[in-house]
């Protein structure tokens, strides 16, 4: 499948959004709606490409963007200001439903961010059960995200 490019980002920003702070800020600001993401197209390590920063109302540079994370989707995003990118990071392991295996192959499956069982099992684990095993990770490549929507405040010039 393919990976995400630029061109796979929509991006809407009401009128009232665009050049928030003015020229006086020193910086102005811009809230954005990022749509991307469709369960067919692939995630590549680094993030997600963004449109050129003049699609966003700024002409020099964005040099931050805050995402408002959306609920419940099980992931964050974060905003790569050198790269442009969206990069979408998750966290855990949650087993699956299949029944622990017998003596010498005990504990559940383990489920990937999208639900689906894998063929790795870990020891002494309960089935349906979320389990914290360090920190965040970004999401696997060729990971195939749904359909996301994010509120994004740009600060730039």
């Known amino acids: 499948m393919a990976h995400f490019a630029s061109t796979d980002v929509t991006v809407t920003i009401a009128s009232r959004d665009r050049e928030i702070a003015g020229g006086a800020a020193g910086r102005n600001q811009t ?8 369960a067919t197209l692939n995630y590549d390590t680094g993030g997600v490409p ?8 700024f002409r020099n540079e ?5 995402i408002e994370q959306p609920s419940a989707n099980g992931f964050i995003y974060k905003y790569d200001a050198t790269n ?3 990069k979408i990071f998750t966290q855990g392991i949650r087993t699956g439903s299949t ?15 999208f639900g689906a069982e894998g063929n790795v099992r870990i020891p002494k684990t309960a089935v349906d059960t979320t389990y914290d095993i ?6 696997p490549h060729d990971s195939a995200p749904a359909a996301v929507t994010l509120q994004i405040l740009f600060i730039g010039d």
């Open 84 to 86: 442009r990118k969206i």
């Open 99 to 113: 029944t622990a295996g017998g003596e010498t192959d005990t504990g559940s499956l383990v489920e990937d961010s």
């Open 50 to 57: 963004m449109p050129a920063i003049g699609v966003f109302g």
């Open 134 to 139: 360090g920190p965040m990770i970004e999401l």
């Open 62 to 66: 964005i040099k931050m963007g805050l």
């Open 31 to 38: 809230i954005a709606t990022v749509a991307f993401g469709n």
